[in-house]
T-cell receptor
């Protein structure tokens, strides 16, 4: 079956630190990959996505590269801010056209000033 | 555009009661879906719809019904609520050719 594995949280970093949140996947085909962010008390927002191998998704200073050889889609940011504190979800979409997302369990990130 | 809207934001039910969670979108999206979010388990798909009149089951459909009579609305019905249905419920929608979804703000449901 299809699955997404994220690094265990919570993750606590100081402001301006470098961020990496690991995500690996298992899929029976060639998925599209996504990162979503959930701020406290809100719904999920699409942060970035990549639809094929070697694509790099980027948004708001966050980046993730679709690595087919390592089945990974790690989220990175060079300098985090307090406002980046949120829960981050990695997800895959295998069957293009029916929108059945498979989510990881989420990683809670807290940035301290 | 209002995007994806959900009502109510919070709800408390007693075991055995029924209720409908409302979801609406004004973006003319073909796809709509319902997820539940539980601690340590991410989001799990309950039901989804690829267009008006068409629905299908997701990963955890038991205890829930859906219908899609219009493009805009996709209500989720709990016929006989159980404590195991205590969760946060999210509705999502998207265009068929644009993967990645728009999510509503969620409904926090507690079943006593």
């Amino acid at each position: 079956g299809n699955s997404v594995t994220q690094m265990e949280g919570p993750v606590t970093l100081s402001e301006e630190a470098f961020l990496t949140i690991n995500c690996t996947y298992t899929a029976t085909g060639y998925p599209s990959l996504f990162w979503y962010v959930q701020y406290p008390g809100e719904g999920l927002q699409l942060l970035l996505k990549a639809t094929k191998a070697d694509d790099k998704g980027s948004n708001k200073g966050f980046e993730a590269t679709y690595r087919k050889e390592t089945t990974s889609f790690h989220l990175e940011k060079g300098s985090v801010q307090v406002s980046d504190s949120a829960v981050y979800f990695c997800a895959l979409l295998l069957n293009f056209g029916n929108e059945k997302l498979t989510f990881g369990t989420g990683t809670r990130l807290t940035i301290i000033p | 555009n209002a995007g994806v809207t959900q009502t109510p934001k919070f709800q408390v039910l007693k075991t055995g009661q029924s209720m409908t969670l409302q979801c609406a979108q004004d973006m003319n999206h073909e796809y709509m879906s319902w997820y539940r979010q539980d601690p340590g388990m991410g989001l799990r798909l309950i039901h989804y719809s690829v267009g008006a009149g068409i629905t299908d089951q997701g990963e955890v459909p038991n205890g829930y019904n859906v219908s899609r009579s219009t493009t805009e609305d996709f209500p989720l019905r709990l016929l006989s609520a159980a404590p195991s249905q205590t969760s946060v419920y999210f509705c999502a929608s998207s265009y068929r050719q644009a993967p990645g979804q728009f999510f509503g703000p969620g409904t926090r449901l507690t079943v006593l």
